[in-house]
T-cell receptor, first 114, second 114 residues
Framework: AQSVTQPDIHITVSEGASLELRCNYS??????LFWYVQSPGQGLQLLLKYFSGDTLVQGIKGFEAEFKRSQSSFNLRKPSVHWSDAAEYFC????????????FGAGTRLAVHP | DADVTQTPRNRITKTGKRIMLECSQT?????MYWYRQDPGLGLRLIYY???????NKGEISDGYSVSRQAQAKFSLSLESAIPNQTALYFC?????????????FGPGTRLTVL
């Protein structure tokens, strides 16, 4: 069955430190991959997406993610975290071709210490 | 103005009451979705619609119904609300012409059923 696993429920980092949020997926074919961010009281905002081509994807707000097919992973990274990055982050996967529903991970809540 | 709007943003109701959540979009997208978010579970798909005449059940449609009144409007109804329907509800849209089904989310409706 298709699934997305975000192993870390909560992560705390200091402002200015680097960040990596993990995402592993289970999918029978090459998927579309997404990262969304949900700030407190807000809807989900698309950070970045991977469809094909270069496996290192750049997104908004200084985030990037790398697709590693051999590890079935799509980890999100940021070199220097800002206090405003405190939010919940969701990884999601969808199939290619036709319509395939978007499957979300359970989310990782990021706290940023000053 | 927001591209995807949801009304109401917050609602408290009692068990057995009928509730309607509304979603409107100005993005011109043909596909619309309803999700619910519960802590630790990510987002789960309730219903989705590819156009006004095409409505499909998602993974957790029991206890819910929908209406696609126009391309821009997609309503979710709880015919007889129960406490375990307390959750955060999101509407989303996507455009098949993009070929990728990238979904864009509204701000959410927080529903509490007492």
């Amino acid at each position: 069955a298709q699934s997305v696993t975000q192993p870390d429920i909560h992560i705390t980092v200091s402002e200015g430190a680097s960040l990596e949020l993990r995402c592993n997926y289970s999918y029978g074919a090459t998927p579309y991959l997404f990262w969304y961010v949900q700030s407190p009281g807000q809807g989900l905002q698309l950070l970045l997406k991977y469809f094909s081509g270069d496996t290192l994807v750049q997104g908004i707000k200084g985030f990037e993610a790398e697709f590693k097919r051999s590890q079935s992973s799509f980890n999100l990274r940021k070199p220097s975290v800002h206090w405003s990055d405190a939010a919940e982050y969701f990884c999601a996967v969808a199939g290619q071709g036709g319509y395939n529903k978007l499957i979300f991970g359970a989310g990782t809540r990021l706290a940023v210490h000053p | 103005d927001a591209d995807v709007t949801q009304t109401p943003r917050n609602r408290i109701t009692k068990t057995g009451k009928r509730i309607m959540l509304e979603c409107s979009q100005t993005k011109g997208h043909d596909r619309m979705y309803w999700y619910r978010q519960d802590p630790g579970l990510g987002l789960r798909l309730i219903y989705y619609s590819f156009d006004v005449k095409d409505i499909n059940k998602g993974e957790i449609s029991d206890g819910y119904s929908v209406s696609r009144q126009a391309q821009a409007k997609f309503s979710l109804s709880l015919e007889s609300a129960i406490p375990n329907q307390t959750a955060l509800y999101f509407c989303a849209t996507s455009d098949r012409l993009q070929g990728t089904d990238t979904q864009y989310f509204g701000p959410g409706t927080r529903l509490t059923v007492l």
